[in-house]
């Protein structure tokens, strides 16, 4: 008799609601404990296009990542580095704005000083216009 | 050790030779660096908390152009200025690409 245990990939299909039904409470446990929901991502993504505030749009699609981490929620990009944090998923997104608009200012204002700070503002250009009406 | 806003603004300007980025738009504080050569740094500091979540020191280490354990290092005794510059020229994290800028 082998000592391995062979299981089909029916069997395994069978055997999962089976360990999630008996094991419920102490996935929920874990859940509680550690603030970890196996079946979700723990971040996800999302693209900003179009108009962000009434005088800034986005022209060329920018993905930012949205986080959660001890009650805080963080959005960044890995595009400029820019960050935005709030208690809610809206604030976070709203201080990402900002911040991303204060960092193209910053930029704007400074790029005229060598080439290096105008490559930056020329490579915000590509992703950030004001509107016009 | 989670450090407090206050402390990491003091740490940029005083140790690090930041200074702070005025603005008139936002009511953020942003800090800049500026190296012969290099792109301007630029990074926010986060009021949001008594002290800056472990997550966002990551965000921050990154807008410095340091890994997260250089950073610590930074906000401890371990790196010093001279160190950290030789450190953005050297090896930024992420780096100044071409792709980027």
Redesign the interface.
């Known amino acids: 008799m082998s000592d391995t245990l062979s299981l089909e990939r029916a069997d395994i299909d069978s055997l999962i609601p089976k360990f999630i039904q008996t094991n419920i409470s102490k996935i929920i446990n874990f859940w509680t404990d550690t603030n970890f929901l196996p079946f979700t991502l723990p971040e996800k993504q999302i693209i900003l296009f179009g108009e962000i505030t009434a005088e800034w749009k986005i022209v060329q699609p920018l993905t930012i990542t949205i986080?959660q981490?001890?009650g805080?929620y963080?959005v960044?990009d890995?595009?400029f580095?820019?960050?935005g944090?709030?208690?809610t998923e809206y604030e976070a997104v709203e201080d990402y704005k900002?911040?991303l608009?204060?960092?193209y200012?910053?930029?704007e204002s400074?790029a005229h000083?060598d080439e290096?700070?105008q490559?930056?503002f020329d490579?915000l250009r590509l992703y950030i216009s004001r509107v016009t009406k | 050790m989670p450090i407090k806003p206050k402390e990491l603004e003091s740490l940029l300007q005083n140790k690090f030779g930041f200074s702070r980025?005025e603005?008139h738009?936002?009511d953020?504080r942003?800090y800049?660096l500026?190296l012969q050569?290099?792109?301007?740094i630029?990074t926010?500091v986060?009021h949001?908390?008594d002290t800056i979540?472990?997550?966002?020191e990551g965000?921050?280490a990154?807008?410095l152009r340091v890994k997260k354990p250089y950073y610590e290092g930074m906000m401890s005794c371990k790196n010093n200025r001279e160190d950290y510059y030789r450190q953005v020229r050297e090896a930024p994290f992420?780096p100044f690409d071409v792709r980027?800028?």
Not at chain 2, 37 to 40: I, M, Q, S, V
Not at chain 2, 53 to 56: F, H, V, Y
């Open positions: 986080e981490s001890d805080l963080i960044s890995e595009i580095d820019v960050y944090d709030g208690d900002i911040s608009l204060d960092y200012q910053l930029a400074r000083e290096q700070n490559a930056l490579h | 980025a603005k738009s936002s953020h942003w800049e500026k050569g290099l792109p301007p630029l926010k986060s949001s908390r979540n472990p997550r966002l965000k921050i990154r807008q992420p980027r800028f």
